[in-house]
Nanobody, 126 residues
């Protein structure tokens, strides 16, 4: 069982920046299929993928709505994945979740490919 803890959410004005952190209890750094992702959810909507990264390589995917503004990175030694968010917009407001999982599909992977989820951290841009 993998436990994920997110942090770094908060309130920021439009144009501001935040960095979300996801720390895992275990990390499959040697498994080429393992990935860690950030999803977000708006009230009344399904979760949408924001960014994903393979933990055994530098292969990453950034969702179209945030491309050019968000960056995902990892520190395997710290079992941590970061989501750097810049030029935040009000439409980025939502609950952000970290997820860990793996599979044979290339990135981006659907939520069903992720077995473990954090509790979420709220991001508010206003």
């Amino acid at each position: 069982h993998v436990q994920l803890v997110e942090s770094g959410g908060g309130s920021v004005q439009p144009g501001g920046s935040l960095t979300l952190t996801c720390t895992a209890s275990t990390f499959s750094a040697a498994d080429g299929r393992h990935s860690v992702a950030w999803f977000r959810q708006f009230p009344g909507k399904e979760r949408e993928g924001v960014a994903e990264i393979l933990t055994a390589s530098n292969v990453a995917y950034i969702g179209v709505p945030v491309r050019g503004r968000f960056t995902i990175s990892r520190d395997n030694a710290r079992k941590t994945v970061y989501l750097q968010m810049r030029n935040l917009k009000p439409e980025d407001t939502g609950m952000y979740y970290c997820a860990s999982g793996g599979g044979f599909r290339p990135l981006p992977r659907p939520p069903a490919d992720y077995s473990y989820w954090g509790q979420g951290t709220q991001v508010t841009v206003s």
